[in-house]
Every structure is written in C-alpha cells, then in structure tokens.
C-alpha cells in the first residue's frame, strides 16, 4: 500500500486543525469574556491583551445567588440520572447482547423511535401525570424523565462492551454455581467499566445542559442552572454579558473537567470497545 503523500498529510493536519479551532473558539471566547471587563466584552476590534478581573464572579454570587443552589440541584439530578440509565443500560444491553427474539427486536425499534422524538413532543402529556403523582418541581422527576430519554443510546453503547465479553467466562462461572447477579457483578460489569463510563458521560453532559423538560417540570425547588442562565438572558434591565459569561464558565467547569479526566474511555467507547485479557 502506498505511503500518503506529505501533501495528503498536510491537508488532513490542516482539517484537525480547523476542526479543533471550530469547537474551542467559543468556549475560549466564553471563558476569557467572563474575565473582561464589560467595555471589553464586546470591544471592536477584539481585546486580546486584557487585565483580567473578577467583578463578573463577585457580581454572579451578589446578583444571583440562586445560581448556586440550583448548582446544587442539577448535580443531584445529574447524579441520580447517570446512576439510574447506567444500571438498567447495562442490564438491557446484556440481555440484547446474550439473547435474541422476535419481541426483542421490537423492543429495540420501540427504543429507536422514542428516541427520535423531540423531548417536548412527550413533555406537554406527561405533565398532568407527573402533577397526579405529586412529582413536579421535585429532583425525581427529572432524574425519572433524563434516564428514559438517554437509555436507548445507552443500551446500545453497553451492547457493543457486553459483545466483546467472552462468553466463555460466563459459562465457566455458571459451572462453578454463579447465578445471573453474581455474573453481572463480578464479571460484565469490571469487564465492561470503560463502557460505563463513556456512557456515563454523555448522561452527564446531556442531564447537566438540559433546559426544556426542567422548565417544564420545575418551578422553585428543584430549578437547574440552565433555567437560571435563560433569566440572566431574559432580564427587564438588560443582560449583563459579564455575569452571563461568568455563570455560563462556573456552569461549564465541571463537566469540562470530567470530560478531559474521561477523555481515552470516551475514545474507547466511540470504538465500540475492547477486551483486554
């Protein structure tokens, strides 16, 4: 097989390149505006060499501070979600990966095409079910609602690590008297662990930026930031770009952080996954 060219090299560094510079120019403008000064912000020519300040942080905590309670909430939502979709995911992608029929494959489909409905297509009935059952403005109902809508992709991320398992190992554990839990907990799960977690965290950025079912859903109790962020937007006195910059970097941080510490089992599950033995 021919070698590529340094040309064909050229283009296709040139192409990360301007695929890298396309997806971090925003959260670099967001970041370094949250840092400026309000004549800055949006100073033509761009200020690329500035002092930078804090105002914007202290003006976020003085101005808004219900930002930082529904911080609060949204990581219990976030948490509770990741953890719910992650169980039953890993569960449904075994059974997908270990069995087969005909209702199963209906099943599959179902999951597809729910999938494929916008959110607030299901949002509008739900709601007088969720007030009936007395969970609206609570964390449950979202956690509830995120898991449903994010098991589908889940399940089939966790089918993809759970066809990879040997079946082999199982079938030795059952001739050792293993039941079905003690195979799922002793073997799928540390087997399949980077599929856990690349799925975990498209649970985590997907529960963490949701806005239209927690609009719906909450009123006080369980607001989530992105709902606090659209009020930053949508103030009478105008908006404030310096404290809308600061709380869009404070609401930015954490799953940007997990993200970089998740970066090879992202790759790993975008592969579909792997067994080392």
């Given amino acids: 097989m021919a070698r590529p060219s340094l040309a064909s090299k050229a283009i296709r560094l040139s192409l990360g390149a301007l695929a890298v510079c396309w997806s971090v120019f925003p959260i670099a403008m967001v970041i370094s505006a949250s840092f400026k000064p309000p004549r800055d912000i949006f100073a033509i020519p761009p200020t690329l060499i500035f ?28 948490i509770g979600a990741t953890g719910m979709t992650v169980l039953f995911a890993t569960c449904a992608g075994y059974v997908y990966s270990r069995y087969s029929s005909r209702l199963l494959t209906l099943s599959a489909f179902f999951m597809v095409v729910v999938r494929m409905l916008p959110p607030i297509v299901v949002t509008l009935p739900l709601f007088p079910v969720f007030s009936w059952l007395r ?34 190992l199982e079938e030795a554990a059952v001739v050792d008297g293993a039941t079905l839990l003690q195979i799922l907990r002793r073997i799928v799960f540390p087997l399949v662990m980077n599929g856990v977690i690349a799925a975990s965290l498209f649970i985590i950025v997907y529960a963490w930026n949701e806005f239209i079912f927690a609009l719906v859903f909450t009123t006080r109790h369980a607001r989530t930031t992105p709902l606090v962020l659209s009020e930053i937007l949508s103030t009478v006195e105008g908006v404030d770009w310096g404290v809308l910059f600061a709380a869009a970097t404070v609401q930015l941080a954490p799953v940007l952080a997990f993200v970089l510490a998740a970066q090879r089992y992202v790759i790993a599950g975008l592969a579909a996954g792997a067994v080392k033995g």
């Fill in 51 to 78: 002092t930078p300040t804090l105002d914007n942080y202290r003006e976020l905590w003085r101005a808004w501070p219900a930002f930082f309670d529904n911080m609060l909430n949204s990581l219990i939502v976030t």
């Fill in 135 to 168: 969970l609206s403005d609570t964390h449950l109902v979202l956690i509830l609602l995120y898991s449903a809508f994010f098991v589908s992709l889940s399940t089939w991320i966790m089918r993809a690590f759970i066809d990879q398992v040997p079946r082999e």
